[in-house]
């Protein structure tokens, strides 16, 4: 194993008293060793340094002497023998927890500083041992993706050496070592061309044609290749075809999602690793269990990237351990699971509870990226849950400076189409006014219209805005460089433009111009309505058209010659007179096949 010297002359004891020492422990039995090492030893190490390393290289001196005093290597006898591998299992255990306490070291210190000063008062590392030093310097030395470290730290001479080393000895470093190193230095945004990455590229690709990287090495190397080369890599194919040669049950859960993400970087060859995927994805429902909240964060991602519609099983069972996890989630972490989720249309009420919770519970502290999604989350999949829209509505009235236009689109949406409004309904439209008077011009044509419209679905009727979205100077901004308005964009303009004649005879404003109006509201890409009841459809289907005169009056999506659309619903469950307090323009009373229903003619 190679050795980074960082320190000389230290601790140097005598040949004689190592000797003497050495003699007088070899003629003890080994459990006594043992038992005098834990008992006076291990303080000592576990005290502060430079001390630990006065016992590795005890441990160094003992395998020497044993090799050159007597035939330690070819013994005679069984006791012999017996004794002499007593010996080096004692010396691989403490060599063990030796490395077991620098870890617990390194791991403890958070600045690229105090991982340089500990490793400088050492006298010897193993490449293992720098490996890791260095994996640890780019944890806590980054700041955030974008950041290089700081100059004062690339040049550090502590730092120099280690990159000095690992260039000149890249040949006696271990394979893991090895990708640890070109992963750390890679995340530390070194520049491609210089000779410590090219050189240690070079060795990788050597071991990698020699076949000798095991499977986690691969997955690290497969990385970190990509963030380096990006996924045009000529590497990354030959990394990919020895990871289909292995057996799936010999990678770790953390392999199986790194495996995912390198696939995820290939998604151009998707088709030709489909096989490949779905071994994957049914080898993944065993290891569902296993996975972190990062990981399974991760695991839908990559799911998502790569398309795999026809792996829902395994989303479904993902799904079922999200919910337990939900609080462990970091916030980017709980947005890609919602955005899977979403493209997936998975959805669960055991999910949806466990939302409700942690939302209901953390609203006011989530990132405003989290609380906008959780919402399309919502209207997505038509879940109105009351907790969810009350605690969001809340934080949109105490913080609505922290969302953008888009977020505040998406926030607002879900209420305008599940017909909800929160019990501080007047706040929020207050503060969604003041907002819009404020940056009106920062919103994006599409998301505007988008957010007013919702609105007008729940009877907040924006008129402050109706004479700016009617301008022909907002209908050039929404057209864009298109050469015509998107249909969407014309039925909600449509029914903005029918709520200010119908609800707000008050406004005087401009008035949408004819050739932007539209009969219908059937679009291809979505529905402004609810979804219709077949059922109940086929039931009143044959009357209505007897009550209206005509099949097209009852068409799904089309006006009546009156600006009114048509919705019914049967009385055996509701409130006839609270029906009839309600203010609909017509109620007529409908009986077909035995069953009794109110027929609402209500304004668009």
């Not at 939900?326 to 955005?339: S, W």
């Not at 505007?448 to 907002?474: G, R, T, Y």
């Not at 401009?510 to 932007?516: A, E, G």
């Amino acid at each position: 194993m190679a050795l980074i010297t960082l320190r000389r002359n230290f601790y140097r004891l005598s040949d004689v008293w190592i000797n003497r020492a050495l003699a007088a422990l070899k003629n003890q039995p080994i459990n006594h060793v043992h038992k005098v090492v834990k008992e006076h030893l291990c303080p000592w190490f576990c005290s502060l340094q430079p001390e630990p390393f006065r016992v590795r290289f005890h441990h160094a001196c003992c395998k020497k002497f044993h090799s050159e005093n007597g035939n330690d290597l070819h013994p005679v006898g069984e006791p012999l023998f017996s004794q002499v591998h007593d010996w080096d299992r004692l010396e691989q255990n403490l060599k063990n927890e030796d490395e077991q306490i620098f870890y617990r070291r390194l791991n403890s210190f958070t600045s690229s500083e105090e991982v340089l000063s500990f490793i400088s008062t050492l006298e010897t590392l193993s490449d293992a041992m720098a490996a890791g030093a260095l994996q640890r310097i780019c944890e806590v030395g980054k700041k955030d993706d974008n950041q290089r470290l700081p100059k004062g730290i690339l040049e550090n001479s502590i730092f120099q050496a280690l990159c000095f080393r690992f260039e000149h000895e890249l040949s006696h470093l271990s394979n893991t070592s090895l990708v640890t190193v070109l992963q750390a230095l890679i995340l530390l945004s070194m520049d491609p061309q210089s000779s410590l990455l090219l050189n240690l590229v070079a060795e990788c690709q050597n071991r990698l044609k020699r076949g000798g990287l095991e499977v986690h090495n691969l997955c690290i190397l497969g990385e970190s290749l990509i963030r380096l080369q990006g996924p045009s890599c000529v590497t990354l194919e030959p990394i990919i075809y020895q990871l289909q040669g292995e057996k799936l049950e010999t990678f770790t859960p953390e392999d199986i999602v790194s495996l995912y993400r390198i696939l995820q970087a290939c998604t151009d060859k998707v088709d030709q690793h489909q096989i490949f995927l779905n071994k994957i994805n049914n080898f993944s429902l065993s290891l569902v269990s296993s996975l972190s909240p990062k990981l399974i964060s991760q695991m839908l991602t990559a799911l998502v990237v790569l398309n795999q519609t026809q792996a829902l099983p395994l989303v479904i069972k993902l799904g079922k351990y999200v919910e337990r996890h939900i609080p462990q989630f970091t916030d980017e972490e709980l947005v890609k699971v919602l955005e899977a989720f979403i493209y997936f249309g998975h959805s669960d009420r055991f999910f949806t509870k466990a939302l409700e919770q942690h939302v209901a519970a953390l609203c006011l502290t989530l990132d405003p990226e989290v609380v906008s999604k959780v919402m399309e989350y919502c209207g997505r999949k038509q879940i109105l849950s009351k907790p969810i829209f009350n605690a969001v509505a809340e934080t949109f009235v105490c913080q609505s400076e922290k969302f953008s236009p888009s977020q505040i689109s998406e926030l607002i949406e879900p209420f305008g189409k599940l017909n909800y409004l929160p019990p501080n309904a007047s706040a929020l439209f207050r503060k969604l006014e003041n907002v819009l008077f404020t940056h009106f011009n920062y919103f994006p044509p599409k998301t505007l219209l988008k957010l007013l419209h919702s609105c007008s679905l729940i009877e907040c009727h924006p008129v402050n805005f109706m004479a700016k979205i009617f301008s022909p100077f907002f209908l050039q901004r929404l057209q864009g460089e298109q050469s015509y308005l998107d249909r969407l964009n014309l039925a909600q303009l449509t029914q903005l433009f029918l709520t200010s004649v119908l609800e707000c005879p008050f406004y005087k404003g401009p008035k949408l111009l004819p050739k932007y109006q539209v009969r219908s509201f059937i679009t291809l890409c979505c529905s402004l309505e609810t979804p219709m009841d077949f059922q109940l459809y086929q039931s009143v289907k044959t009357a209505l058209i007897d009550l209206l005169g005509a099949r097209l009056y009852f068409a799904s999506k089309v006006l009546t010659p009156y600006c009114y659309t048509i919705a019914f619903s049967p009385i055996d469950k509701c409130n006839v007179e609270e029906i009839r307090t309600k203010e609909y323009t017509k109620i007529v009373f409908v009986r077909v096949s035995h069953e009794e229903f109110f027929l609402f003619f209500t304004r668009c």
